[in-house]
């Protein structure tokens, strides 16, 4: 009881300091970005952290004549670290922004912070539907897995597949994941023969692809969070799933552009919808791979393009309002905002503050000697199908 009172009573105490807004006239702006740089999502901070060191690098770091200060904390993708950091940056270091967010359970583990700081949280990776319903201070540009997983369910259709066996990763986008592609394959007559889940932490996905092999489906429709992709393909090929003729389809998480050099030749022809491929044929996103490579070494994935635009969207929101961060002002400028992304034309629903973006569908090539997932159809503006119709 005691305990309880004292922790009611330190919520309590951090949300009043909350409330206390930052001063309007500061002359550093501060984003606080908390990303997973260590355990399983590690990948996930990495590419973004790179991607918003390249967007300062490229477009300066002053903007209405004010200097924009990154903080980066590492949250290793565990949402009780993310909220107490998120906290911190607030109430200590009186952040104008918090960005990032690796994974769902972090993102919404802030969000009733950004609510009663009344400051913007940019989700610059997590993809469940929800998450922008849990403050009207959230903003995303990353993606939604509903947004990739119906049109993926599409594609299937018309390309001959009726029986598939959905695996995903057992928390919510990969709930979100199974439940928007199967609705759509079964309204359409399909059939979902098995609807398998992962464990999130530590997959061993083996015992499940035997399940998956045995129930002999047309195609696996797999969701895995980004990381994950390359020992879910070792796998996949370690059963013989490959050889079995079962073909392997999902948003693309599973063929992420940081893990696809390294995956073998094994998962050629694997068909994926996504927002982003590191081979999209535009001239920004050539540009954009070049100057990231050279910046880094490695290839950018999905991940660093939600990195990239959350910074373009933050530093366009400033100059809208001329310098002034008071939270309702900045979302007032966040909202209906139109750009072009590396991935292609992007927008913020002015309803939802979700992303509206191109989804392409991709399939896995060798290309000069690298793998990549070649686009090779696009379906425009799609907005998230996960909202609720309002
Ligand atoms: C999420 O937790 O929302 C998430 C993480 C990684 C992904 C997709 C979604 O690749």
Redesign the pocket.
């Known amino acids: 009881m005691l305990r309880r009172q004292l922790v009611l009573g330190l919520a309590a105490g951090a949300a009043g300091a909350l409330l206390t807004s930052p001063a309007l006239a500061e002359d550093t702006i501060k984003i606080g970005l908390i990303i997973p740089m260590t355990g399983q999502q590690a990948s996930?901070g990495k590419q973004i952290e790179a991607a918003v060191k390249l967007y300062q690098a490229q477009h300066g770091t002053t903007v209405a004549g004010k200097k924009i200060e990154v903080i980066l904390k590492d949250d290793g993708a565990v949402p009780d670290n993310t909220k107490r950091i998120a906290q911190e940056l607030i109430v200590n270091d009186k952040v104008n922004f918090i960005a990032g967010f690796?994974?769902?359970p972090t993102a919404l583990a802030v969000a009733p912070l950004a609510t009663q700081a009344k400051i913007p949280e940019i989700v610059m990776?997590?993809?469940?539907s929800i998450i922008t319903e849990r403050s009207p201070y959230i903003a995303r540009t990353s993606f939604t897995l509903p947004q990739s997983s119906v049109i993926m369910a599409d594609w299937a259709l018309k390309n001959g597949i009726k029986k598939v066996v959905t695996l995903v990763s057992d928390y919510a986008?990969g709930a979100d994941a199974e439940k928007s592609f199967s609705d759509r394959i079964k309204a359409a007559g399909g059939e979902i023969v098995a609807a398998i889940r992962v464990p999130l932490a530590n997959p061993d996905f083996a015992p499940f692809l035997q399940r998956a092999a045995d129930a002999k489906p047309d195609a696996l429709f797999v969701f895995v969070?980004?990381g994950q992709g390359g020992t879910f393909v070792k796998q996949f090929v370690e059963r013989g799933l490959d050889k079995a003729g079962v073909k392997l389809i999902g948003p693309g998480?599973v063929t992420d552009d940081d893990l696809l050099p390294t995956m073998g030749d094994a998962i050629i022809g694997a068909v994926t919808a996504h927002m982003y491929s590191a081979s999209h044929p535009s001239q920004m996103n050539k540009d954009y791979v070049a100057a990231f490579e050279k910046a880094n070494g490695f290839r950018p994935n999905f991940m660093s393009v939600g990195g990239y635009d959350g910074m373009h969207l933050i530093y366009e929101a400033l100059k809208k309002t001329n310098g002034d961060t008071d939270g309702d002002k900045l979302m007032a400028a966040i909202k209906g905002m139109k750009w072009e992304s590396p991935r292609g034309p992007i927008s913020i629903d002015p309803d939802t503050r979700d992303i509206i973006q191109n989804i392409y569908i991709r399939k896995v090539e060798k290309v000069n000697g690298g793998l990549y997932n070649t686009e090779f159809q696009t379906f425009e503006n799609v907005k998230d199908p996960g909202k609720a119709p309002k």
């Open positions: 996930t690796g994974i769902t990776a997590a993809g469940t986008p969070p980004s998480d």
